[in-house]
């Protein structure tokens, strides 16, 4: 099972920059798309995005899309997420879990249970 350790969220200012780091352990990090996604208070976990495993295919929710941009370093079992430009409405704990395409929308892997306790991002107005 993989055991996901979320950090680097913190309270910015709109317009500002955060990095969100997700180590992961276990061997088969290699063998999944990596995604991101976030739950704001009273809302449902939506995606973010996502990076396949090799590194080379990326995808993006519209609200981020030239905003965020997520990356991987599979040398240190780590995906990251660079936020920039970050908005009030961006303010939501942040996950990261092995993400497959189904049903027209990018998901956490079918049977994933093991989140970790995530990064909180605060943007203040």
């Known amino acids: 099972q993989v055991q996901l350790v979320e950090s680097g969220g913190g309270l910015v200012q709109a317009g500002g920059s955060l990095r969100l780091s997700c180590v992961t352990s276990g061997r088969t990090f290699l063998m999944y798309t990596m995604g991101w996604f976030r739950q704001a208070p009273g809302k449902e976990r939506e995606f973010v995005a996502a990076?396949?495993?090799?590194?080379?295919?990326?995808y993006y929710a519209d609200s981020v899309k030239g905003r965020f941009t997520v990356s991987r370093d599979n040398a240190k079992n780590t995906v990251y997420l660079q936020m920039n430009s970050l908005k009030p409405e961006d303010t939501a704990v942040y996950s990261c879990?092995?993400?497959?395409?189904?049903?027209?929308?990018?998901?956490?892997?079918?049977?994933?249970?093991?989140w970790g306790q995530g990064t909180q991002v605060t943007v203040s107005s």
């Open positions: 879990a092995p993400t497959s395409y189904s049903g027209g929308s990018y998901k956490p892997q079918a049977g994933f249970t093991s």
């Open positions: 990076i396949n495993w090799r590194g080379s295919i990326t």
